[in-house]
């Protein structure tokens, strides 16, 4: 693909010498973790380490499409695209700060989610979004795709754990995202006009907008005057940031995120149900999540037996869930707790599980 004549006149040459627009470089870049592929005009991580320091030129003066990029391991081809990629992996990737007493951390988009918990764990504290690929996710990518994890039943998802944000528009203005009764300025001027659609357009998000439990965050302006059923803050305000996670890089560019962090569970346990059957273990799980009323339970796995051989052939796994079968089963049900204090250890091994109905259970301290 050659370059767009808009960006041979547009784009200085040196700056468009740092740019990776190699075959090889651009291939690299032209795919994420789905099965969409299209060939980048350039790639470049350089420019993230300049519009950290805020001395990016917008895209919009150049006339050059902009995809933002973490670890690319999204599933839906939200980071493929033609135009110029802004890798924020590799040079944008700081914790700025952390404030264990109010349990905040500002962190920079590229910063991998499992070298985030690895400088958190001195503070006792965690991020809790904790997506099967944490060692690649970078928390710009987790905003970007208003990620999920397996404790998201306890923990929430990144628009439940986001409480602020500084990003650029596509005019190439830094803004400050955060609660809309504090906000001024032009980010204002932006959640008023998002709440007066919202507002004009509520009969038709109300008649249309399928009632589902996660929804996914694309720019919904009902969300502004309505919380939804899971309220993203806990005393109903509204936070601007809110209507960029879930927006796939779309509506700006994350220079900085503020976070809510979690203290670290002091005691966990793990259940590991087993059952002959999916539709037993299905029909069970109504009845596991109800375990965790009170918020102690964290998380809900279903493992089938494909999964269960696979990981017996793997040295890493397979001691653990060698512990955790009883027979042959088809199917195991593990849940994920965190108690308030240790149980006797009578009360722990072979405990029944939920309302007695699957089969035999284990429960284990881990
Ligand atoms: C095996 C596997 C397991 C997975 N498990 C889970 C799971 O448990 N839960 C879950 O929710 N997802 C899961 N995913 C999907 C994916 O891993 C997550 O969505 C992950 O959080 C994406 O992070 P990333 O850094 O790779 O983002 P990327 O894929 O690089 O980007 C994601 C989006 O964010 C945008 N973006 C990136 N950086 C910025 C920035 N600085 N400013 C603005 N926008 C930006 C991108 O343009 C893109 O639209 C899984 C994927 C795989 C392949």
Not at 155 to 182: I, K, P, S
């Amino acid at each position: 693909m050659k370059w767009p004549e808009s960006w041979r006149s547009g784009w200085p040459p040196k700056r468009r010498a740092k740019c990776c627009s190699r075959p090889a470089d651009r291939g690299r870049y032209s795919t994420d973790a789905s099965i969409y592929q299209v060939m980048r005009s350039a790639c470049s991580s350089r420019a993230a380490r300049k519009m950290r320091a805020s001395r990016w030129t917008s895209a919009a003066t150049f006339k050059v499409p902009v995809v933002p990029r973490g670890g690319g391991t999204s599933q839906c081809g939200q980071t493929v695209g033609a135009g110029l990629v802004i890798d924020f992996s590799k040079h944008v990737r700081n914790v700025l700060d952390v404030d264990a007493e109010a349990r905040t951390a500002t962190v920079e988009p590229g910063i991998v989610l499992d070298h985030l918990n690895a400088q958190l764990k001195k503070h006792k504290l965690w991020y809790p979004v904790d997506v099967s690929t944490a060692a690649q996710a970078t928390l710009g990518g987790m905003a970007g795709n208003n990620s999920c994890g397996s404790r998201s039943i306890a923990y929430g998802n990144m628009v439940h754990n986001v409480l602020g944000a500084q990003a650029w528009t596509a005019d190439g203005a830094l803004h400050e995202f955060g609660r809309f009764d504090q906000a001024t300025g032009a980010a204002r001027a932006l959640g008023e006009r998002v709440r007066d659609l919202a507002l004009a357009l509520k009969p038709e998000i109300e008649a249309r907008w399928p009632k589902v439990l996660r929804p996914r965050r694309r720019l919904q302006p009902g969300r502004l005057p309505q919380p939804e059923r899971a309220p993203y803050t806990a005393d109903g305000s509204v936070n601007l940031a809110h209507l960029l996670v879930g927006s796939e890089g779309t509506l700006a560019l994350t220079r900085s995120l503020k976070l809510q962090l979690s203290r670290l569970p002091r005691h966990k346990v793990l259940g590991v149900v087993n059952f002959p059957t999916f539709y037993k273990a299905m029909d069970s799980a109504q009845h596991i999540v109800k375990l965790g009323a009170d918020g102690t339970l964290t998380a809900v796995e279903l493992v089938d037996r494909t999964m269960i051989e696979l990981s017996l052939q793997n040295p890493a796994f397979a001691p653990t869930v060698r512990s955790a079968l009883i027979g042959h089963p088809t199917l195991c049900c593990w849940w994920n707790s965190r108690a308030k204090t240790r149980p006797p250890a009578a009360q722990a091994e072979g405990a029944g599980a939920a309302d007695g109905r699957p089969g035999p259970a284990r429960t284990r301290w881990c």
